[in-house]
């Protein structure tokens, strides 16, 4: 069943919850003698660490990641890697209000009505807070791609806040480090400061799309039916707190294309087929073409906000609520290292499979073939 | 592994190639006791069925569905269900052309450089054919959903075709049947007759959007963090054939939103909560909220087109290609059952899944709560 | 959760009750490329095939193997493959008394107390008759070990009927497929015939203990904890119908040797580590060693027979019952060819495991190493 | 594929190294509202800890066990449950030896051939400390069957060790807890103590026969075909580091009877059927009959001895090992509380997917069904 476990054949199961003792990540079948450490991991956690700017959540959590097991003399020994990153900064206060009010957006009430029990310090389990255990699995699976498929380069960017689209025009990947939304566009970086400013004052949040890219994916990754690499990647990127839309390639647009439009024309290039476009995103029948990989997903806008919402309580009484306390105005900023923590998860799956599955080499293609 | 198997209790995998002698669907986990019979599954195999009106491919199947094990007595037993679907019009032709060239668009390309062999009549395996399988399969979850979750209704329709969409304010359930387009909108049903009339005389085809909505779903369906229901639904939509975006409820749309407007507040009603609006499509953290759940998906337009395209040979070199044969210019218009079979076989899923887990009861909302 | 389907990465869904139209195999993750056709296949079901001698029972049914998907001009696709056998012998009768009774030994009582409903025609789901799925499944194992570890050789026997133990000493290979009991030792073969004589005649029946060997097993293949290679094997003869006990190596007796007996010492040989005993049975901490891999276990005597049982009605009546029709006085027969098809689906399983789980290749042993 | 879990709805993810910082289990799908807490799991963990007389380990450890999720004040909220125990008893020393020479019956070799890297310390992932988190595990789900099914009761005790058998005549189960081996015969236990010490002053080892019970498990439990209750009992049992055989009621002795003398005859009592025997260990069919579940597994003798042994270094040469340190002359010992573990994760389990799995209620048996 595995309802808190994704993956194949590399497997992450999260844990934990937003104001427990700790949350980690435990992840089965890592190949063994994959060179990873404390630091390397460290390297992802700090970008989608909370407290960095005044956009993310003041929540001042160092999430530390610790290795507790799998790893020998810097290297995987092929048994299960336990990740643990302790809570340390969980604010004591009073939870009474959301205690007892569930907060309209949120999970409060759906884990009541499931469980009839919930952790509600803080979302619990369903707090943004267990995506930290994603991105330190997605270290550790970017640590194997880069000694089993070195060529995979994954990238995640924003590409819209609110209303808002950057322009791909003006991208240029180079500037995504350098302003606070992983934007490739630096006129719409500077626009969205302004928004994003404005709306952080007023009290509300709002929603943005991301972009996550794979470069130098092999082609053959990917098992239809229904461990397809877009059927695998769409249940990754949807299992993320606030996503309420995934698409691959063109996504939704594509049904407005016709079959003209819509077809990748493909060229004999010196080093295999070339592509005249890439509508499908790298991926025809759940298999990877060996184009970029191109997935993009929507983030509803952050839930809790200080606008008074009207809501009812456990017992059943009409009330209205305002959500105090630490929340990021736009949540999706932090989304952008954990959706290239779950592209790196599948592809590094995908890869495994495809080592597994297949008795055969694939399929070559040139004179002879 | 079950790569080809959906489903976490009731298991649905398909087998069977688009021009092999049969196809079909090993469901496992369907409980017992429920009364089914072929021709209940008949009936909506009969909803898919090609070669209905001008708008779908010319192969004539009867798409018969057996009933080969599972069933005593007119009621499951339990016991794996074997539903087969023999292939009785496999048009005898002359396969060279598609044997040797890959159609752009198409799984082609990447079942070769995967597997390194493919079947090449009719598209083999990643043929859309593949899908009666699983219409059979989701007739099946729905007399199971009949008997033990009665009050789940599901509804697919098409809100788009190309460019052109429906208009909500002009939808009537009633209509849904009584045009080739399963399109709620009379207005654009009429439009699109037309529009694809044109398209398809030009040898083209367009892409469309299908909206596929569960009413009566109980609360408390789903389970977090990777068995989500909306994560579940989006791998299982985008497993479809030519499926390109996922959407719950606003779905891309939600990235514009400010939290204020994307809030869909609570009231207490007579018989339990009552949210104002659904933004979130029915879905809170990944369990369902007891709205309607609302799940849209975009279908590419069919890749085989009567066009003349640029690709390449098996041995590398460049040709072009045109895709004769029957062909449906709007594929969209046979996802809608497929959509349906599709939320069907979640739904049932996942309140089997409920019942397993849970060992109190869910939480009840109201006084003394 | 797939209850019935066993297998990691070759999977392996059994389906068919005795008496309905058919039974078969859907078989998923079997490598692309394997050459193989139904004679290949049918050789196998020949072996288990009933009504070949006086011991077996005489219900007529050819099993003929029928490959329905996965296989193209003679070679997998590595899309599932589904293997069919009609049945063609469902003798009409009155099955009256049987349905209203439980006949003690067999799971009609637990079927009925489990689902509320049962195929009491010959045991339905029950029935040993399930087993020649597993055969014909096990065929397809074979085919693809020839291919890709043709080193691998499976043979199983029988070593016991009754209280009847063959002797080690007599053992030749050889004398396998000359006597109806699949038995290695000639003296033993002719001893046991003579014995299920008089215990046929008597309506009476008997158990046995099977043993099954793998031989050039490479080293390396099992996936432990809960994955190790007689864990699976454990699991794999255990669900044998009628199976009650499974042994590796030297099994139960294990417990009575002191840890200096037990060890299996090693010295190195030309081609790599050599050992002086085999009392592990070929595994070690989950893993095969690279010696032959020996698993055995017990069948219970058949619980059809001739000789009058109390038991009880479905209405909670006492009475007693003889079950006539034709049954196998030794059920441990017909498990031979059963043993050796579940050994050559798990080691080719965890081979495909092997391959997907290693990055690194496994630790050579040597000068250097 | 998850080869580090055990369980289809309440799954254990077992985790960590001999003498790595820590170990444990993450417990995914314990269902919500269970009352836990660390001294109840500890009260498990007790029984099996090392050093409690002189025939288990020297190694001095407080195995703590820690619950760092899924518990929310006092009750499981149906969210993953990690269960942590550190190391702390890592006894600082040189492992030059064991790193370069394999231990004969350990699974030195295999880890090595297998990943081509491992953590020799104590054994790493292979050692038996491992099974602290599995009992860690049981521990949680008793308290589940406590809540869930209050009539199911777990026994487990010593029947063999080396050659000589208890005898069920003289078995008291309240003397289990009176003697260091769990045994029911008190004159058996006797005995043994005066072997054990021989052997262990010999620097020898010895093996044994372990039995476990679950009475008042209700009919109806087990998933055929492949996921019956000895399957699974089977494989849990099997996967116990030493484990060499599984018997599930009369076991490997079943083979020497006649099915006359095999039938375990029913009789209708007051509150149900009623058997007047119990070859069949409480399984038919692979489901529970009611009765008591009956499980013995052969433990082989402790692989760590004074005697010295022959084998071979990394490089291949010949050498001989002595294998000094804090070792069980008798590890079946400490079996006892694992096979405990395992059978009530693998009832739990059980129970849970019974309740996902049927949507009809069971069959009765009476007047009138």
New interface residues.
């Given amino acids: 069943?595995?309802?808190?476990?994704?993956g194949?054949?590399f497997?992450v199961?999260?844990?934990?919850?937003s104001h427990?003792?700790?949350?980690?990540a435990?992840v089965?079948?890592c190949?063994?003698?994959?060179a990873v450490d404390e630091a390397m991991l460290q390297h992802w956690m700090d970008k989608r660490k909370p407290g960095q700017n005044k956009y993310t959540t003041q929540r001042r959590e160092p999430d530390a990641v610790?290795i507790?097991?799998?790893v020998?003399e810097g290297?995987?020994?092929?048994?299960?890697?336990?990740l643990?990153i302790e809570n340390t900064d969980q604010r004591s206060k009073d939870y009474g209000d959301i205690a007892e009010k569930?907060r309209?957006?949120?999970?409060d009430?759906?884990?009541?009505?499931?469980?009839?029990?919930?952790?509600y310090r803080g979302g619990?389990?369903?707090s943004a807070r267990?995506t930290a255990a994603r991105v330190a699995a997605g270290g550790l699976a970017r640590a194997?791609l880069a000694?089993?498929a070195p060529s995979v380069e994954i990238t995640g960017y924003m590409v819209?806040?609110?209303?808002r689209r950057a322009e791909p025009a003006r991208y240029d990947m180079a500037e995504i480090p350098r302003n606070p939304f992983w934007c490739p566009d630096p006129v719409a970086a500077a626009d969205w400061a302004e928004y994003l400013d404005a709306?952080r004052k007023s009290g509300?949040?709002?929603?943005?799309?991301i972009e996550v890219v794979a470069r130098g994916v092999p082609?053959?990754?990917?098992?239809?039916?229904?461990?397809?690499l877009?059927?695998?990647?769409?249940?990754a990127?949807?299992?993320i707190?606030a996503v309420?839309?995934?698409?691959?390639?063109?996504?939704?647009?594509?049904?407005?294309?016709?079959?003209?439009?819509?077809?990748?024309?493909?060229?004999?290039g010196p080093d295999g087929?070339v592509y005249?476009s890439n509508?499908?995103?790298g991926?025809?029948?759940?298999?990877?073409?060996?184009q970029e990989v191109v997935v993009?997903f929507?983030?509803?806008?952050?839930?809790?906000?200080l606008?008074s919402?009207?809501?009812?309580t456990?017992?059943?009484?009409?009330t209205d609520i305002v959500t105090k306390g630490r929340h990021d105005p736009c949540v999706?900023i932090r989304a952008v290292p954990v959706g290239e923590a779950m592209m790196a998860c599948v592809i590094l799956d995908h890869l495994?499979?495809?080592?597994?599955?297949?008795?055969?080499?694939?399929?070559?293609?040139?004179?002879?073939?």
């Fill in positions: 069943m595995s309802l808190n476990t994704y194949h054949l497997r199961t999260t844990w934990g919850e427990g003792p700790a949350l980690g435990t089965d079948g190949p063994p003698g994959i610790r507790l097991s799998g020998f290297r995987t020994t092929g048994t299960p890697v336990q643990m569930f309209p957006g949120h999970a009430i759906t884990y009541w009505q499931k469980y009839g029990i919930r952790d619990g389990r369903s267990e194997a000694a089993l819209q806040m609110g209303p709306l509300d949040s709002v929603g943005a799309v082609a053959g990754l990917g098992a239809p039916i229904y461990g397809k877009d059927t695998d990647l769409a249940a990127m949807m299992s707190n309420k839309g995934v698409e691959i390639g063109d996504g939704m647009a594509a049904a407005a294309l016709t079959g003209t439009e819509n077809a990748d024309e493909i060229r004999m087929p005249t509508h499908a995103g991926i025809l029948g759940g298999i990877s073409t060996g993009r929507s983030v509803k806008p952050t839930s809790s906000i606008t919402r009207r809501t009812i456990r017992s059943g009484e009409d999706g495994l499979l495809h080592r597994g599955q297949v008795g055969a080499a694939g399929g070559r293609i040139g004179p002879g073939a």
